[in-house]
């Protein structure tokens, strides 16, 4: 396994006497490690539940919890780089970073997704937020990608505790069980939907579009917090008429009016699709993307 380095002086002291400490950057793949690590390792949730990973901005008492980690885990391709910035600025020093996004086989986004001309017109000249480019970040939506990243967690535990690597490839092994079994009753029911055609919030539902017979018209935000162009409404509404698309969908961590604007103009059901979890009812993996699935059965069957 290849480990990127971050800059700094030297790795970090155990401030504690305990289980070496990770830091996750987003809930999704929190729970998977987590579930990987049991109590060999002090597992941490940076980024907490109901925030938006794209807009994230620590308080130094969040910074505090990433202190003393020795390894640090993100989705990478651009979507979570703020988790390298807090390790650098709680730590101090150099930990190793395991990106997972790059492991698994990243699929590039569509026009449709990114939003080509639009989005540029709707960025404000010099800003640095949050887009996605080329390749689409949002793994973890395919529990399939998920059995990948979760190998790739085991081997990255190992390294950090090699005297508990057996413990950690049986744990591993039991998580990927029940993504096979995810993937497979997300399968079965997508397969019954007489409907295939969404406009999502922003870039997010694409792994899962693909894998489960999906298409994707358009996105109402092509970049996530900033609301869409004049110019761009008029695309997202003409993309709705000329799909037949089934639905628009919104995001809990991100504001719902865009989406309500047009799915008004366009007279066309507004749902919630939730991408990262980690609040009440959506607290493991599993319940994020079958809650997800449930929306979208309720939209499309």
């Known amino acids: 396994m290849v480990v990127a380095l971050l800059p700094g002086a030297c790795r970090p002291k155990q401030a504690s006497v305990g289980p070496p400490r990770v830091a996750v950057s987003i809930f999704p793949l929190y729970d998977i490690a987590r579930r990987v690590a049991g109590d060999r390792l002090d597992v941490v949730l940076v980024l907490p539940p109901g925030r938006s990973e794209h807009s994230y901005d620590p308080t130094p008492k969040e910074m505090a919890r990433v202190a003393d980690s020795r390894l640090a885990i993100s989705v990478g391709l651009g979507m979570d780089d703020w988790l390298e910035r807090i390790i650098q600025g709680a730590a101090g020093s150099e930990v190793p970073s395991l990106q997972l996004g790059p492991r698994v086989q990243p699929r590039s986004m569509t026009q449709k997704e990114v939003g080509d001309e639009a989005a540029d017109e709707a960025r404000p000249a010099g800003s640095e937020e949050h887009h996605h480019g080329p390749e689409d970040p949002h793994f973890w939506l395919d529990p399939v990608r998920m059995r990948t990243a979760a190998d790739a ?118 749902f919630e699709l939730d991408p990262v979890g980690g609040t009440e009812g959506v607290e493991t993996y599993e319940k994020l993307l079958a809650h997800n699935t449930d929306i979208l059965e309720q939209a499309l069957k």
């Not at 079994?181 to 997010?204: C, M, N, P, Q, Y």
């Not at 995001?251 to 007279?267: F, G, K, M, N, S």
Request: net charge neutral; proline share 7%; no cysteine.
């Open 153 to 270: 967690m085991v081997e990255a535990f190992a390294r950090l505790d090699p005297a508990s690597t057996d413990g950690f490839r049986a744990r591993g092994e039991a998580v990927k069980s029940s993504l096979t079994a995810l993937d497979a009753a997300i399968g079965e029911r997508a397969h019954k939907w007489s409907r295939h055609t969404i406009v999502t919030f922003h870039g997010s539902m694409g792994y899962y579009a693909d894998r489960y017979g999906l298409a994707i018209a358009a996105v109402v935000e092509p970049f996530p917090g900033r609301e869409p162009t004049p110019r761009y409404v008029h695309d997202v509404l003409a993309a709705l008429a000329t799909s037949g698309a089934a639905a628009m969908f919104s995001e809990p961590q991100l504001d719902r009016r865009p989406a309500q604007v047009i799915a008004d103009q366009a007279h066309t059901p507004l």
